[in-house]
């Protein structure tokens, strides 16, 4: 499970393919991704933003940016811990995934970057 801490902040990362939603004849592939933040600083932060950078096989590459994860921007006291799922879909059945949360400590209003850690996308049949 990739995983990296910036600030005190941990980002942890699982992931599934979704044969049921994917179609690989017509280069569709569709993959959920778990996140964990959890907070180890000694400070109250709140989750402002996030930002995307999604690699396919193919080359292609996106960016996504935007405010919150799934229509929430979470406030995590220390020692507290959210967690969310969401997807991608790549056109080929191999990509990866990396990217950042801007971030506020509440008590003063400092805003940082906390890194997610890159993360690789991959159908499992392509693993042999």
Same mark, same amino acid.
């Given at each position: ?20 939603y994917s179609s690989p004849g017509q280069e ?17 932060? =709140? ?9 396919? #096989?193919? +080359?292609?590459?996106?960016? !996504? %940016? ?29 990509? =990866? ?9 509440? #008590?003063? +209003?400092?805003?940082?970057? !906390? %890194? ?13």
């Amino acid at each position: 499970m990739p995983t990296t801490t910036t600030q005190g902040v941990t980002v942890s990362v699982t992931t599934n393919y979704l044969p049921d939603y994917s179609s690989p004849g017509q280069e569709h592939f569709v993959f959920a991704y778990k996140i964990e933040i959890r907070n180890n600083s000694e400070f109250t932060v =709140k989750l402002l933003r996030r930002h995307w950078h999604i690699h396919d #096989a193919t +080359g292609a590459v996106r960016e !996504v %940016e935007g405010e919150g994860v799934v229509g929430r921007q979470p406030v995590l006291e220390p020692g507290e811990a959210h967690q969310y799922v969401s997807g991608c879909n790549l056109k080929s059945g191999l990509g =990866k995934m990396r990217g950042t949360y801007l971030m506020e400590r509440l #008590a003063n +209003g400092q805003q940082f970057q !906390v %890194e997610i850690p890159e993360f690789t996308l991959m159908v499992p049949f392509r693993m042999n």
